[in-house]
């Protein structure tokens, strides 16, 4: 089955403790992208990558690390999280490396930091 | 700038009337224009997409769109809404670089 995976579904954390989520999906996509939903602001673009080891800045990249080093995984990083990083983040992928088709997005991950 | 915008931040209608949801953008070039769904807990799921050619485009669940170039609008309509239609609504512009920048959202609650 098509799918993007995310992990974890929810974390709770405390501000300054590291932490990764996960990413994967195996339609062998090109372009991949990280995006927070806040209540009321839609979903705003953090970071995108469009191929293996190219990533670059969304909208909202501040505190936020991506990498891309293989085609599948594309794992969001917070070095020192923050209570306004409180939120709700999707993964999505798409074929296109610039315009395309549908994008599809994991489940979701909420992320709580106290 | 390239922007998105959703007027109405909740909706209400009675099963089995009519729907449409607004959306309007601004953006330069030839527009890309999507229509997503987010139910409850879910992630966002694909209604339908303009690219080109006809403006009027027919997706799934029953949904269709109508993109209006003269008035940067990009609305979503359904002819009878089914309690199970009651969701998260969200219109998106695709840029150049390939993002896509939503709107605000539009929740949708469905009256038995």
């Known amino acids: 089955e098509a799918q993007v995976t995310q992990n974890p579904r929810y974390l709770i954390t405390v501000t300054g403790k590291k932490l990764t989520v996960t990413c994967s999906q195996n339609?062998?996509?090109?372009?991949m992208s990280w995006y927070r939903q806040d209540p009321g602001l839609g979903l705003r673009q953090i970071y995108y990558?469009?191929?293996?080891?190219?990533?670059d800045k969304g909208d909202v990249p501040e505190g936020y690390k991506v990498s891309r080093k293989e085609k599948r995984n594309f794992p969001l990083i917070l070095e020192s999280p923050s209570p306004n990083q409180t939120s709700l983040y999707f993964c999505?992928?798409?074929?296109?490396?610039?315009?395309?088709?549908?994008?599809?997005f994991g489940p979701g991950t909420r992320l709580t930091v106290l | 700038a390239q922007s998105v915008t959703q007027p109405d931040i909740h909706i209400t209608v009675s099963e089995g009337a009519s729907l449409e949801l607004r959306c309007n953008y601004s953006?330069?070039?030839?527009?890309?224009l999507f229509w997503y769904v987010q139910s409850p807990g879910q992630g966002l799921q694909l209604l339908l997409k303009?690219?080109?050619?006809?403006?009027l485009v027919q997706g799934i669940k029953g949904f269709e769109a109508e993109f209006k170039r003269s008035q940067s609008s990009f609305n979503l309509r359904k002819p009878s809404v089914h309690w199970s239609d009651a969701a998260e609504y969200f219109c998106?512009?695709?840029?150049?670089?390939?993002?896509?920048?939503f709107g605000q959202g539009t929740e949708l609650s469905v009256k038995p």
């Open positions: 999505a992928s798409t074929w296109g490396g610039a315009i395309s088709g549908e994008q599809f």
């Open positions: 339609m062998n996509h090109e372009y």
């Open positions: 990558s469009m191929n293996v080891e190219v990533t």
């Open positions: 953006y330069g070039a030839t527009p890309y």
């Open positions: 303009y690219f080109s050619g006809d403006t």
């Open positions: 998106a512009v695709e840029n150049q670089g390939g993002k896509l920048i």
